[in-house]
């Protein structure tokens, strides 16, 4: 299945008067083996801080490569927005 990992581009599909996200990468896949009556889960994550990707399946993680992100059991994909910032979290004096 092919789906974009890296900059996943909405510029034309996201309509308003001053878009502000357009840009997205993903960070993480779940993955559904079987049928509709029943089957298995597995999930692929990003770990932003290495910058690795890992497979999680019941008690087992392991790392994947690169290209093993795009799987043609996909079920759900996440992005999150090349542009987000984290606010910043202020103490409250009190």
């Known amino acids: 299945m092919e789906y974009s990992v890296t900059d996943l581009n909405l510029q034309g599909v996201a309509k308003?008067?001053?878009p502000r996200y357009t840009h997205f990468n993903l960070?993480?896949?779940?993955n559904h083996y079987g049928t509709m009556n029943g089957g298995h889960y597995t999930a692929y994550c990003r770990n932003v801080e290495y910058d690795r990707w890992y497979k999680f399946d019941d008690c087992n993680v392991m790392e994947l490569k690169g290209r093993e992100v795009r799987s043609s059991n996909a079920y759900i994909l996440f992005y999150t927005a090349r542009d987000y910032q984290v606010p910043q979290v202020t103490a409250l004096d009190g």
């Open 16 to 18: 308003s008067v001053e």
């Open 27 to 30: 960070y993480a896949v779940s």
